[in-house]
């Protein structure tokens, strides 16, 4: 008969702290918020000598190698694919350690990898089952303290992508619970830029139909102009004080006669967008906490993302806006993105670009 394991399991909510598996003892940090992502603290494996290990990541949290506490050698290398698929393993003790991408427990049989509230196959990127949310009873609890309108607004959203992993768009977006995280973007760009301009990236959205917990925001010129159009339309999709612009320069003609075309005041054009930027950073991560709230009117959300993204031209160096040059778009911090973890209250880093 096969000799089988017996395993010990110490939780902490939905966080593992503890687990002893023959032959390997792993430990979390019950510290740790983000769902236990990048909290393996040292992992110990038992033979006819005993091999103590610490974990090293990347930069989304997920257990890049295990590293000999005695001597500093690597025991175990891991790479994976967009969609957490272990892609190679190498190491005497690669196998032996469950706690691979995102830092979850990986079952060897079946590769699943368990999120705390529903299972994930990183082979075919999707979740065996849908987003509890989805089931009535989870929803009455998790909906709790929003609006009816919220609450209709989440239902609907709850069947569109109920079983895609991070939206399917794993290289930007991250779950660290198998829950649909709120999203909130700051946007940075060109007013007029083809696809990727703020005017058009404004028309383009159902800013009615937007998921509950979610919210957009605008540092560009006419940003003045479009964020309070969103919070016209739909006071929960937009953030509350974004920085304003309060341009007060000389305008050459050919500016105003584009201000004009688009009923843009001409106080309306950014002056400094790195500056800007931070101020909307700062503005998102106040939204985000007002989000975590179950008394929340837009929604209250396990976990909120903000997220800097850039339309063309929005990350070049010394862009200049005008004829003479006296404005500069700067360097922004694009793609720059973080985590609060609703439970913990508790942001967690994320810099896919610059700082």
Same mark, same amino acid.
């Given at each position: ?26 430990? @979390? ?11 393996? &603290? ?10 103590? $290990? ?11 190698? &295990? ?20 892609? +190679? ?25 368990? @999120? ?31 609006? +009816? ?21 794993? &290289? ?53 102009? &479009? ?38 005041? @001409? ?33 209250? $959300? ?7 993204? $850039? ?45």
């Amino acid at each position: 008969m096969k000799n089988r394991n017996i395993i010990h399991w110490l939780w902490l909510g939905l966080v593992i702290c503890l687990l002893n598996v023959a032959p390997a003892h792993a430990f @979390y940090n019950p510290q740790q918020g983000a769902g236990g992502v990048g909290g393996l &603290l040292a992992a110990s494996f038992y033979g006819s000598a005993t091999t103590n $290990c610490f974990a090293a990541y990347d930069g989304n949290g997920n257990v890049a190698a &295990l590293v000999n506490a005695n001597d500093g050698t690597i025991s175990a290398n891991y790479e994976y694919g967009p969609f957490g698929e272990v892609i +190679r393993m190498t190491g005497l003790m690669a196998l032996a350690n469950p706690f691979r991408f995102s830092t979850k427990y990986q079952d060897n049989e079946t590769d699943l990898l368990y @999120y705390g509230y529903r299972f994930y196959n990183p082979s075919k990127g999707t979740w065996l089952s849908r987003d509890p949310v989805g089931e009535q009873s989870f929803f009455t609890f998790y909906t709790q303290g929003t609006s +009816r309108i919220e609450r209709q607004q989440l239902w609907r959203a709850t069947f569109k992508a109920s079983y895609l992993f991070s939206k399917n768009q794993s &290289l930007s977006v991250i779950d660290f619970m198998g829950l649909r995280p709120c999203t909130l973007t700051i946007q940075t760009s060109h007013f007029i830029s083809g696809e990727n301009g703020a005017y058009e990236n404004f028309n383009s959205t159902d800013w009615e139909a937007m998921p509950s917990g979610d919210g957009y925001g605008y540092v560009s010129c006419g940003a003045n102009t &479009l964020n309070d159009a969103i919070a016209v339309r739909n006071s929960c999709a937009s953030i509350p004080n974004m920085p304003r612009n309060n341009y007060t320069g000389p305008l050459t003609p050919s500016e105003k006669a584009g201000m004009d075309k688009y009923n843009i005041p @001409y106080n309306d054009l950014t002056e400094n967008t790195p500056e800007s930027i931070d101020l909307a950073w700062e503005a998102a991560k106040q939204s985000a906490q007002a989000r975590c709230r179950c008394s929340s009117k837009c929604g209250s $959300c396990t976990s909120v993302r903000i997220v800097v993204t $850039c339309g063309e031209g929005a990350d070049q160096d010394d862009l200049p806006l005008s004829q003479g040059g006296e404005r500069q778009h700067g360097t922004p911090k694009c793609k720059k993105s973080t985590t609060l973890d609703c439970k913990t209250e508790r942001f967690w880093p994320c810099y896919r670009g610059s700082g």
